[in-house]
């Protein structure tokens, strides 16, 4: 119903830039909150930031990643996006986008949460 798909990981040297994106498609009729979570082998995955999708548009970081990381939603393309600078190597993770929607479901409609693929993100030192 819902699928979500990742880009913009890589490889990348410690305090520089990436730039992730994460684009939402289907039966979608709203989407309440986009977020990102990064998830460390080994780890559980954590929330790292997320976006709400109201007229004043509220953003929550973990204290990790704020002022490095800039979480913002393009509303027109369902789409999120994660502006991480002065990385670090801890930051390495698979990041996977989540989307919490209202979704069409034949003559109902239902909410639910959705994830992507996943992203590899490596900051080597």
């Known amino acids: 119903q819902v699928q979500l798909v990742e880009s913009g990981g890589g490889l990348v040297q410690a305090g520089g830039s990436l730039r992730l994106s994460c684009a939402a498609s289907g039966s979608i009729l709203s989407i309440n909150v986009m977020g990102w979570y990064p998830q460390a082998p080994g780890k559980q995955r954590e929330l790292v930031a997320t976006i709400t999708n109201t007229k004043s548009t509220s953003t929550n970081y973990a204290d990790s990643v704020k002022g490095r990381f800039t979480i913002s939603r393009d509303n027109a393309r369902n789409t999120v996006y994660l502006q991480m600078n002065s990385l670090k190597p801890e930051d390495t993770a698979v990041y996977y986008c989540?989307?919490?929607?209202?979704?069409?479901?034949?003559?109902?409609?239902?909410?639910?949460?959705?994830w992507g693929q996943g992203t590899q993100v490596t900051v080597s030192s």
């Open positions: 989540n989307a919490d929607c209202i979704v069409q479901t034949g003559i109902t409609f239902a909410r639910g949460a959705y």
